[in-house]
């Protein structure tokens, strides 16, 4: 296969971005954590070849963690959570994607899949993993940051929930897709 990215880590982000649209509203988060557990086993499953990534894992065991936090605790906590749910989710994310790049970078246990085993060593390929996992580090942090902002100025929570965060991730969906050819292009050798 040529592509790198043929299945890309989309799918691992699906039980997120279902958190984030079922956790839309107060107390809703408890609901939105179970959805996506429920959404991480079933599609760990039925994608699973390959092995678990760091990716599933992290989803599963954090959406977990939040399930059973969401049982346990008072209505007092489960407010702190509503308020502050979109800075820990994306910070999670952020630390996983950071942290992916001192072992192998999340976003190349995907395009492992789509790549020939004698091609993961090579420098363009490890480069362009090391790239995108890093862009998506930021992109987590930033919106981290922005739902923070959110909770301390409510009236700007339109932009930092929603308009800014959809902007940054189309962005950084359009660099997934056409950065790993713009690499493999400079990296091959001049005719």
């Known amino acids: 296969m040529d592509e ?9 982000f699906a039980p997120w971005i279902i958190y984030w649209v079922v956790a839309d509203g107060p ?6 954590a179970l959805c996506a557990v429920l959404s991480a086993v079933i599609l760990g499953i039925a994608m699973g070849r390959g092995g678990p990534r760091l990716l599933d894992i992290v989803t ?9 936090v969401a049982m346990a605790v008072g209505a007092a906590d489960r407010d702190w959570m509503d ?36 091609d993961w060593e090579q420098p363009a390929f490890r480069r362009t993993n090391q790239v995108l996992t890093l ?32 902007i940054v991730v189309v962005g950084a969906i359009g660099m997934t897709h056409s950065y790993p050819r713009r690499a493999r292009e400079r990296a091959r050798p001049a005719s």
């Not at 790198?4 to 691992?12: A, E, K, Q, T, Y």
């Not at 580090?137 to 930092?160: K, N």
């Open 135 to 166: 862009m998506w580090a930021l992109v987590f942090a930033l919106i981290a940051v922005l739902g923070l902002v959110a909770a301390q100025i409510p009236h700007t929570q339109d932009w930092t929930n929603y308009v800014v965060p959809v």
């Open 27 to 32: 107390s809703t988060w408890k609901f939105g």
């Open 83 to 118: 308020t502050y749910a979109t800075t820990l989710s994306s910070g999670v994310l952020a630390a996983m994607s950071l942290v992916s790049l001192a072992f192998v970078p999340f976003t190349e246990q995907y395009a492992r899949e789509a790549v020939p085993r004698q």
């Open 4 to 12: 790198w990215f043929d299945r890309s880590p989309f799918v691992g």
């Open 60 to 68: 599963i065991v954090f959406f977990f963690g939040v399930t059973v």
